[in-house]
């Protein structure tokens, strides 16, 4: 069974920095494309980031181009998204997910297994 979890989210003061962590169980990272996602109250949920299954390729949204980073630990098994110079809007609940298929992708819907996410709060 494909699962993922993710950590790492917690209160930060705006201008901060934080690490997350999508430890992967029933697969391995480079076998299936990891995306992030967030959602804030009242919002949809949005894509963040994504990295290509296998290699190395990533798409990033572009309020926050120049800011993250996702990478890829194939010892681990575990997918990270570094977030850093953080806004208040940054604010949500923080979503990975596994996709089966090839290609990079931005559409939630191209997904198969979502983790449970893992809140960040951004203080101004």
């Known amino acids: 069974q494909v699962q993922q979890r993710e950590s790492g989210g917690g209160l930060v003061q705006a201008g901060g920095s934080l690490r997350l962590s999508c430890a992967a169980s029933?697969?391995?990272?480079?076998?299936?494309?990891t995306g992030w996602f967030r959602q804030a109250p009242g919002k949809e949920r949005e894509f963040v980031a994504a990295?290509?299954?296998?290699?190395?390729?990533?798409y990033y949204a572009d309020s926050v181009k120049g800011r993250f980073i996702i990478s890829r630990d194939n010892a681990n098994n575990t997918v990270y998204l570094q977030m850093n110079s953080l806004k208040s809007q940054d604010t949500a609940v923080y979503y990975c997910?596994?996709?089966?298929?090839?290609?990079?992708?931005?559409?939630?819907?191209?997904?198969?297994?979502w983790g449970q996410g893992t809140q960040v709060t951004v203080s101004s």
């Open positions: 997910a596994a996709s089966r298929g090839v290609a990079l992708t931005t559409n939630p819907n191209d997904y198969n297994y």
């Open positions: 029933g697969r391995t990272v480079n076998s299936y494309g």
């Open positions: 990295i290509r299954w296998r290699y190395t390729n990533t």
